[in-house]
């Protein structure tokens, strides 16, 4: 299990619970925990630890907004997403994250800016988030995104909202979806030996923190009106892309 200062503890306890929080609904924070634990662990090792504390989120979210799901996205982006996670793994035994991140906070920041233009011209480009391109396309960079760093959620929160999902449907399809690929990543980590007995018993040791941040999440979910939830996604989604820039 790794060694951590008090101080490291509770930056870990508060990212654990910010991971449950993104599970419940706001899935484009989910990228600051992921940060907070790469900068405890390094980039590599902590896509490991992060995953199982991720599957934990999952399971809470589907037990909350299982009946919302709406499966025809699920299906149409499962296909592509677990095409992209065995491209990531494939990608992970050649290449830096570091050489990635930049290009994938690029590919986010356009799509969120052609999300908020979109709401602006809801008539514009109407058509293209429901084609089977659009999905392939983001399903690809989703999976790809996922395995390299854990690091989908920005992604999907702009397909979601693009298709234009209600907010508890939103909910509800992520968390199958997401409970689905984090699933299919396992072997693919344990193989890359990411996923091993320490970081195991440190994620168990999280797991309360995580569970308590899906309860934190739902509340908010409920709280927040839809055009404001919409808001607070692209917002989330754009500051991730910000740091996957390098631009803080």
Sequence with gaps: MPALHPLEWIVAALSAMGLGVAKAGFTGLSLLPVIAFAFLFGARASTGIVLPMLMVGDVGAVSLYRRHARWEYIWRML???????????????????????????????????????????????????????????????????????????????????????????????????????????????LSLGLIHVGSLTFDLMLAPAVIAGVFVGRWLTRLIPQRLFDNVLLAFAAIAALRLIGAF
Excluded at 133 to 145: N, P, R
Excluded at 151 to 173: H, Q, R
């Design 79 to 189: 296909p592509p997403t677990c095409v992209g996670i065995i491209i990531g793994a494939w990608l992970m035994r050649w290449l830096t994250e570091g050489a990635f991140k930049p290009i994938i906070g690029w590919i986010v920041l356009v799509l969120t800016v052609l999300q908020v233009v979109r709401t602006q011209r809801p008539g514009w480009l109407g058509a293209i988030p429901h084609s089977r391109a659009f999905a392939w396309s983001l399903g690809l960079l989703a999976g790809v995104t996922t395995m390299l760093a854990n690091a989908a959620g920005p992604v999907i929160a702009i397909y979601s909202l693009s298709v234009g999902l209600p907010k508890f449907e939103l909910v509800g399809t992520n968390a199958w979806l997401f409970m689905i690929i984090n699933a299919f990543k396992v072997p693919f980590s």
